[in-house]
């Protein structure tokens, strides 16, 4: 039966709402990343058309989760987001100090590397109803947590390469207008 609810192996798409909900853009990949075991660049996309794909992700159960596919998602769950173009899990690198604009973000491969966070803390954030099951056009934050530090992905920045915006992991929680705030599209097969 089919219900708005978002579930582990489903495709999802995640819209940032920088200056309201869908101006922020479409999450998704574009280009080789320069960052050390990195995959992809990853940053948001002003629209659909062209990147129908890049922007896909598939929501799968973190290392040492209970949960199995089919399972429906709850915030405060821990998650992996892999790209359905690259395979690459959305990760925050934290290698060096975050500079102004956060740490770097973009697609891995490397899991086992405890400088690269591809695990992200779901917390839903809309005032509908207290329901802890993620839901589709639920708005939402990611943060990515490294040791006793924590980043939430946050567009930050005119983007490159085609990007409407660069995304980054900011030690702030919605540092500007929405910029850390997400809105899931659970896309239907």
């Not at 309201?20 to 990853?42: H, T």
């Not at 799968?60 to 596919?69: F, L």
């Not at 100090?97 to 954030?125: E, H, R």
């Not at 946050?154 to 085609?162: E, F, I, K, P, S």
Request: overall charge negative; aromatic content about 8%; some cysteine.
């Amino acid at each position: 039966m089919a219900d708005d609810f978002l579930r582990y192996g489903d495709r999802l798409r995640i819209i940032n709402a920088y200056g309201e909900v869908g101006r922020g853009g479409y999450l998704g990949v574009g280009g080789r990343s320069e960052v050390l075991n990195a995959v992809d660049n990853v940053g948001t996309y002003a629209s659909l058309p062209g990147q129908e794909v890049t922007t896909q992700w598939t929501i799968m159960a973190a290392p040492g989760s209970t949960k199995t596919n089919g399972q429906i998602v709850c915030s405060g769950d821990q998650i992996r987001l892999q790209n359905y173009q690259d395979k690459g899990y959305l990760a925050l690198f934290s290698k060096t100090p975050p500079g102004d604009s956060g740490y770097p973000v973009a697609t891995t491969t490397t899991l086992s590397d405890n400088t690269i966070a591809a695990a992200w803390y779901v917390l839903i954030s809309t005032q509908h109803k207290p329901d802890p099951n993620l839901s589709d056009k639920n708005d939402i934050y990611l943060v990515a947590t490294f040791g006793p530090l924590a980043g939430a992905l946050d567009t930050n920045g005119v983007g490159a390469g085609g990007f409407t915006y660069s995304v980054t992991g900011a030690r702030l929680l919605n540092r500007d207008g929405g910029s850390g705030s997400w809105q899931v599209v659970k896309i239907i097969n």
